[in-house]
C-alpha cells in the first residue's frame, strides 16, 4: 500500500465535498487526508486528496472521480516534482522543568508558538509528511494534549500548472 | 415568466411528448404549468412505476425519459427506478419537486434530501437554488443523461422556485468543463487492435447494452460479417446482433448458454464492446487464460481495466470504433474455429416437455414464431426473465428490455407500458413472475386508464422460483419464504382491469390463447401454470 497525493481541480459548488467523499466510501477507498479551498479563481476549488492503495486502485480513483460531473481534472502530484505542505496546531504539557528543551526544539523545525500558559506551549508548525512526522514523534514524550491537522495540500513544481 | 412555464417550455425545447408522474404538493406549480402544454402526462400508480415506465419508453425510443414526482415520499418512492436506470445506462431526467427553499435543512413536512439520497446512483444531480438557472439546468441535464454513457439526471426544484417569475432564455449549448465524453476511439489503439486480431486464430466479440445505447448493431453486423467472427453477448447485449446472424452464438454468463461460456474461454482474442464485464456475465467462466487478448471497447473510460485486465483499451463510442474497425479489417480465416462452435451449439441438449404444465422454455420458443419482427418484449426478474433470455429469438427489429443490472423485480410491467406508450402500433409483451407482479399490480390501473394493448405473460409457479432455486442448490433445498401458495385469482384481477385474461395449464392451451391474443385490440392476460420445479436453465 503506497501513499499517493491526488490533486483534483473541481466546480466550486455546494455538494461537491459530499460527492467525492461519498465516491470514495462507496467503492471502499480510504482518504488518509483531504483539504479543499477556493482557487484564484473563485468558480473553481481545489482539492488536495491522500489516499493509499496498489495501482488498480489508484488508476480506478482517478477513473471514478474523473467520472464526476463536476470533477474538472485530476492529477496525481510526484514525491520529487512536488511541494507538500500541512499546517498542525500542536498543545503540548509545557512546565518549567521542561520548557526549554521544548522551545529549543520547535525552533529547530521552526515551529511558532501561538499561545502560553503555565502548563501549555500551543506551536503552529508547517510542513511535510516527515515532518510533522519527526516534529510529533519529539513532542510525544512531553505530552501531547491536543492536535490538530488540516491535511495535506500540494503543487507541482515549476512552471507545470494544473490549468483547466 | 413563470419559473413553472419555463420548465415546461425547456422540456419542449428539449422535444419531450411524454412524462410519467404521479403529483403532491411540492410539484403543482409544475403541474399546473404542465396542465395546459401539449405534453402528456402519464399518471401512473406508483411512482417507482414512473421511473420504470420513463425507462422503457427511453429504451424503446432511443430518447430521453421524463418522469416527475412531488417531494419526500413522492421522490422516495422514484429511488429503485432511478438505480435500476443507473446500472442499465439508461438516460433518464427526473424532476422532483422540493420543499420550499426557506425550509430546506428543517425536516419540515414531506422533506427529503432526494440529491444526497441519490448521489450515488444518478450520472449526476442539481438542486436548484436559483429559478433563473432553470434553463441552463434543464439544457445540461439533457445533455448529460443523453450524452457519453447515458444515465440518470435528477433535477430538484423547490416549490418556491417554480413559481417565481425569470427572464426564460433557453442556452443554444453546454459547457461544461469537466464533461467531455470521447467518441472517437483513438487511431493508434484502433490500429493495435486489429494487428492483434490478425494474428488471432480464435478471435471472439463479446457485446453488451452499450451497442444498444449507441445504436450501433448495423456497425456490429457489418464488421462481424466483413471479419468473420463470431458474436456472444450478455444479457444487456440482448438484441445487439440478431439471433438470426451466422455469426450469432449465444448469451454469456451464469444463466448464459454453457457453450457461449465455453468459447468465450478458448478463444485467443476477445473483443468486448459496450460491457462492463459485469460479475454475473462473467460467472462460470475462467476469463484470461494467457494466451487470450483482451481488448476492451466502452465510452466509459472507468469500465476499461475495472473488472478485466485489458491489452488494448480503446475508448470511444461503439458505433465510431465498430466503423472504424470495419473499415480497416481485414477477412479471418475462421472456417474452423465457426465449424467447431456450430458443432457445439448443435450437440447443446434439447429440452422434453412436460405436458400436464406450461413450458416457459417452450412457450418463449413458441412466441418467437408467431410475433412480428417489430415486437417489444421486457422481461422481469427471475426463471421468468431468464426463460424468455434465453428462448425468446431476436430477429428483426424486436427489442428485448429487463432490469439486467439491478436486477429488479416490478420492471416489467411499467417498463411495457412505457414502451407501449411510445409505440402504440407495435406488439408489447409484458413476461413476469407472479412474485414480481404483485410488485407493480397496481400499474393494471395506468393500463386501463390508457386503453393499452399490451399482452401479459405470467408463468405462475405459485414460488419465488428463482430464490427457490438458489436455496435448493445452496441450501440443501430448505425452502423458507418463497411459496406463493395462496395467489389470488390472477385473470378474476385483470378482468377487474378490463383486460381479458385466460389462465392455461397446457403447452396446446397456450400455442392457441397466445394466437388469439396478439390479434386481440385490447390486450390481453394469460396466466400459464408452471410446474414450481421447473428449472431455470
Ligand atoms: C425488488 C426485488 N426484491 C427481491 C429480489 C430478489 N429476487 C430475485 S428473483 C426473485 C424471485 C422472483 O419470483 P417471481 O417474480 O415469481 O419469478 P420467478 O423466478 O418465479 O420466475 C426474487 C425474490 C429482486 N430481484 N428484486
Redesign the pocket.
Given at each position: 500500500m503506497n501513499r499517493h497525493v491526488l490533486s483534483v481541480l473541481v466546480e466550486n459548488h455546494s455538494g461537491v465535498l459530499s460527492r467525492i467523499a461519498g465516491l470514495f466510501s462507496r467503492r471502499g477507498y480510504n482518504i488518509d487526508s483531504l483539504s479543499v479551498g477556493e482557487t484564484e479563481n473563485p468558480n473553481i476549488s481545489r482539492m488536495t486528496i491522500t489516499v493509499s492503495g496498489d495501482d488498480y486502485m489508484l488508476e480506478q480513483m482517478k477513473k471514478q472521480l474523473n467520472k464526476l460531473i463536476n470533477v474538472i481534472k485530476v492529477v496525481e502530484l510526484q514525491p520529487e516534482k512536488s511541494v507538500y505542505r500541512e499546517l498542525v496546531l500542536l498543545k503540548v504539557k509545557a512546565d518549567l522543568t521542561h520548557r526549554a528543551a521544548i522551545i529549543e526544539t520547535i525552533n529547530i523545525f521552526r515551529g511558532n508558538i501561538i499561545d502560553v500558559s503555565n502548563e501549555t506551549l500551543t506551536v503552529e508548525l508547517t510542513g511535510d509528511f516527515g515532518k510533522i512526522a519527526g516534529f510529533t514523534e519529539l513532542m510525544a514524550p512531553f505530552g501531547i494534549l491536543e492536535l490538530v491537522r488540516t491535511g495535506f495540500t500540494g503543487l507541482q513544481r515549476g512552471n507545470t500548472q494544473l490549468a483547466e | 415568466m413563470r419559473a413553472s412555464d419555463a420548465i415546461i417550455k425547456s422540456l419542449e425545447e428539449e422535444k419531450v411528448h411524454m412524462i410519467f408522474g404521479y403529483p403532491g404538493g411540492a410539484i403543482l406549480p409544475f403541474y399546473d404549468s404542465l396542465r395546459t402544454s401539449n405534453i402528456e402526462h402519464i399518471l401512473v400508480r406508483h411512482e417507482q412505476s414512473a421511473a420504470h415506465s420513463a425507462s422503457g419508453y427511453a429504451r424503446a425510443t432511443g430518447k430521453v425519459g421524463v418522469c416527475t414526482a412531488t417531494s419526500g415520499p413522492g421522490a422516495t418512492n422514484l429511488i429503485t427506478g432511478i438505480a435500476t436506470a443507473y446500472m442499465d445506462s439508461i438516460p433518464l431526467v427526473i424532476i422532483t419537486g422540493q420543499v420550499d427553499s426557506n425550509f430546506i435543512g428543517k425536516d419540515v413536512f414531506q422533506e427529503a434530501d432526494i440529491t444526497g439520497a441519490t448521489e450515488p446512483f444518478t450520472k449526476h444531480n442539481y438542486l436548484v437554488k436559483n429559478a433563473q438557472d432553470l434553463p441552463k439546468i434543464i439544457k445540461e441535464a439533457f445533455y448529460i443523461a443523453s450524452s457519453g454513457r447515458p444515465g440518470p439526471v435528477l433535477i430538484d426544484i423547490p416549490v418556491d422556485i417554480q413559481k417565481e417569475h425569470i427572464k426564460y432564455d433557453y442556452p443554444k449549448s453546454v459547457n461544461i468543463p469537466g464533461y467531455k465524453p470521447t467518441y472517437e476511439g483513438h487511431a493508434g489503439q484502433v490500429k493495435r487492435a486489429l494487428q492483434k486480431l490478425k494474428a488471432s486464430q480464435k478471435p471472439l466479440i463479446c457485446v453488451g447494452g452499450g451497442i444498444i445505447c449507441a445504436k450501433a448493431s448495423k456497425e456490429l453486423k457489418d464488421f462481424a460479417e466483413k471479419a468473420k467472427i463470431p458474436v456472444v453477448h450478455t444479457l444487456m447485449g440482448i438484441g445487439a446482433l440478431p439471433s438470426d446472424s451466422p455469426y450469432y452464438v449465444g448469451m454469456v454468463g451464469s444463466h448464459g448458454h454453457s457453450f457461449s461460456n465455453q468459447i468465450v474461454m478458448e478463444s485467443d482474442l476477445l473483443m468486448i464492446i459496450g460491457t462492463r464485464v459485469g460479475d454475473r456475465a462473467t460467472a462460470g467462466m475462467k476469463l484470461l487464460n494467457e494466451k487470450q487478448n483482451i481488448i476492451h471497447v466502452d465510452i466509459d473510460p472507468a469500465e476499461v481495466g475495472k473488472n478485466i485486465d485489458t491489452t488494448i483499451p480503446i475508448v470511444g463510442d461503439a458505433k465510431n470504433i465498430l466503423k472504424q474497425f470495419s473499415n480497416k479489417c481485414t477477412t479471418l480465416q475462421t472456417d474452423a474455429w465457426m465449424e467447431k462452435i456450430n458443432q457445439l451449439k448443435e450437440t447443446y441438449h434439447k429440452e422434453e416437455l412436460d405436458a400436464s404444465h406450461v413450458n416457459p422454455k417452450k412457450a418463449l420458443n413458441f412466441l418467437s414464431k408467431v410475433v412480428d419482427d417489430e415486437a417489444i418484449l421486457a422481461a422481469?426478474?427471475?426463471?421468468?426473465q431468464l426463460w424468455a433470455a434465453r428462448n425468446f429469438k431476436i430477429k428483426g427489429n424486436r427489442k428485448f428490455f429487463t432490469s439486467g443490472g439491478l436486477?429488479?423485480?416490478?420492471y416489467s410491467l411499467p417498463a411495457a407500458i412505457g414502451a407501449k406508450l411510445a409505440f402504440p402500433e407495435k406488439t408489447v409483451i409484458c413476461v413476469v413472475?407472479?412474485?414480481?407482479l404483485q410488485?407493480s399490480l397496481s400499474e393494471l390501473g395506468t393500463i386501463l386508464e390508457n386503453d393499452l394493448n399490451i399482452i401479459i405473460l405470467l408463468?405462475n409457479?405459485s414460488?419465488?422460483?428463482?430464490?427457490r432455486e438458489l436455496q435448493d442448490i445452496h441450501y440443501e433445498s430448505n425452502y423458507f419464504s418463497v411459496t406463493l401458495n395462496k395467489n389470488p385469482d390472477f385473470v378474476k384481477i385483470a378482468e377487474a382491469y378490463g383486460l381479458p385474461g385466460k389462465k392455461v395449464t397446457s403447452q396446446k392451451e397456450f400455442e392457441e390463447t397466445i394466437q388469439g391474443a396478439l390479434t386481440s385490440k385490447k390486450g390481453y392476460f394469460i396466466e400459464c401454470v408452471v410446474d414450481s420445479d421447473f428449472s431455470t436453465l
Amino acid at each position: 500500500m503506497n501513499r499517493h497525493v491526488l490533486s483534483v481541480l473541481v466546480e466550486n459548488h455546494s455538494g461537491v465535498l459530499s460527492r467525492i467523499a461519498g465516491l470514495f466510501s462507496r467503492r471502499g477507498y480510504n482518504i488518509d487526508s483531504l483539504s479543499v479551498g477556493e482557487t484564484e479563481n473563485p468558480n473553481i476549488s481545489r482539492m488536495t486528496i491522500t489516499v493509499s492503495g496498489d495501482d488498480y486502485m489508484l488508476e480506478q480513483m482517478k477513473k471514478q472521480l474523473n467520472k464526476l460531473i463536476n470533477v474538472i481534472k485530476v492529477v496525481e502530484l510526484q514525491p520529487e516534482k512536488s511541494v507538500y505542505r500541512e499546517l498542525v496546531l500542536l498543545k503540548v504539557k509545557a512546565d518549567l522543568t521542561h520548557r526549554a528543551a521544548i522551545i529549543e526544539t520547535i525552533n529547530i523545525f521552526r515551529g511558532n508558538i501561538i499561545d502560553v500558559s503555565n502548563e501549555t506551549l500551543t506551536v503552529e508548525l508547517t510542513g511535510d509528511f516527515g515532518k510533522i512526522a519527526g516534529f510529533t514523534e519529539l513532542m510525544a514524550p512531553f505530552g501531547i494534549l491536543e492536535l490538530v491537522r488540516t491535511g495535506f495540500t500540494g503543487l507541482q513544481r515549476g512552471n507545470t500548472q494544473l490549468a483547466e | 415568466m413563470r419559473a413553472s412555464d419555463a420548465i415546461i417550455k425547456s422540456l419542449e425545447e428539449e422535444k419531450v411528448h411524454m412524462i410519467f408522474g404521479y403529483p403532491g404538493g411540492a410539484i403543482l406549480p409544475f403541474y399546473d404549468s404542465l396542465r395546459t402544454s401539449n405534453i402528456e402526462h402519464i399518471l401512473v400508480r406508483h411512482e417507482q412505476s414512473a421511473a420504470h415506465s420513463a425507462s422503457g419508453y427511453a429504451r424503446a425510443t432511443g430518447k430521453v425519459g421524463v418522469c416527475t414526482a412531488t417531494s419526500g415520499p413522492g421522490a422516495t418512492n422514484l429511488i429503485t427506478g432511478i438505480a435500476t436506470a443507473y446500472m442499465d445506462s439508461i438516460p433518464l431526467v427526473i424532476i422532483t419537486g422540493q420543499v420550499d427553499s426557506n425550509f430546506i435543512g428543517k425536516d419540515v413536512f414531506q422533506e427529503a434530501d432526494i440529491t444526497g439520497a441519490t448521489e450515488p446512483f444518478t450520472k449526476h444531480n442539481y438542486l436548484v437554488k436559483n429559478a433563473q438557472d432553470l434553463p441552463k439546468i434543464i439544457k445540461e441535464a439533457f445533455y448529460i443523461a443523453s450524452s457519453g454513457r447515458p444515465g440518470p439526471v435528477l433535477i430538484d426544484i423547490p416549490v418556491d422556485i417554480q413559481k417565481e417569475h425569470i427572464k426564460y432564455d433557453y442556452p443554444k449549448s453546454v459547457n461544461i468543463p469537466g464533461y467531455k465524453p470521447t467518441y472517437e476511439g483513438h487511431a493508434g489503439q484502433v490500429k493495435r487492435a486489429l494487428q492483434k486480431l490478425k494474428a488471432s486464430q480464435k478471435p471472439l466479440i463479446c457485446v453488451g447494452g452499450g451497442i444498444i445505447c449507441a445504436k450501433a448493431s448495423k456497425e456490429l453486423k457489418d464488421f462481424a460479417e466483413k471479419a468473420k467472427i463470431p458474436v456472444v453477448h450478455t444479457l444487456m447485449g440482448i438484441g445487439a446482433l440478431p439471433s438470426d446472424s451466422p455469426y450469432y452464438v449465444g448469451m454469456v454468463g451464469s444463466h448464459g448458454h454453457s457453450f457461449s461460456n465455453q468459447i468465450v474461454m478458448e478463444s485467443d482474442l476477445l473483443m468486448i464492446i459496450g460491457t462492463r464485464v459485469g460479475d454475473r456475465a462473467t460467472a462460470g467462466m475462467k476469463l484470461l487464460n494467457e494466451k487470450q487478448n483482451i481488448i476492451h471497447v466502452d465510452i466509459d473510460p472507468a469500465e476499461v481495466g475495472k473488472n478485466i485486465d485489458t491489452t488494448i483499451p480503446i475508448v470511444g463510442d461503439a458505433k465510431n470504433i465498430l466503423k472504424q474497425f470495419s473499415n480497416k479489417c481485414t477477412t479471418l480465416q475462421t472456417d474452423a474455429w465457426m465449424e467447431k462452435i456450430n458443432q457445439l451449439k448443435e450437440t447443446y441438449h434439447k429440452e422434453e416437455l412436460d405436458a400436464s404444465h406450461v413450458n416457459p422454455k417452450k412457450a418463449l420458443n413458441f412466441l418467437s414464431k408467431v410475433v412480428d419482427d417489430e415486437a417489444i418484449l421486457a422481461a422481469d426478474v427471475g426463471q421468468n426473465q431468464l426463460w424468455a433470455a434465453r428462448n425468446f429469438k431476436i430477429k428483426g427489429n424486436r427489442k428485448f428490455f429487463t432490469s439486467g443490472g439491478l436486477g429488479t423485480m416490478g420492471y416489467s410491467l411499467p417498463a411495457a407500458i412505457g414502451a407501449k406508450l411510445a409505440f402504440p402500433e407495435k406488439t408489447v409483451i409484458c413476461v413476469v413472475g407472479d412474485g414480481g407482479l404483485q410488485m407493480s399490480l397496481s400499474e393494471l390501473g395506468t393500463i386501463l386508464e390508457n386503453d393499452l394493448n399490451i399482452i401479459i405473460l405470467l408463468f405462475n409457479n405459485s414460488r419465488l422460483g428463482m430464490v427457490r432455486e438458489l436455496q435448493d442448490i445452496h441450501y440443501e433445498s430448505n425452502y423458507f419464504s418463497v411459496t406463493l401458495n395462496k395467489n389470488p385469482d390472477f385473470v378474476k384481477i385483470a378482468e377487474a382491469y378490463g383486460l381479458p385474461g385466460k389462465k392455461v395449464t397446457s403447452q396446446k392451451e397456450f400455442e392457441e390463447t397466445i394466437q388469439g391474443a396478439l390479434t386481440s385490440k385490447k390486450g390481453y392476460f394469460i396466466e400459464c401454470v408452471v410446474d414450481s420445479d421447473f428449472s431455470t436453465l
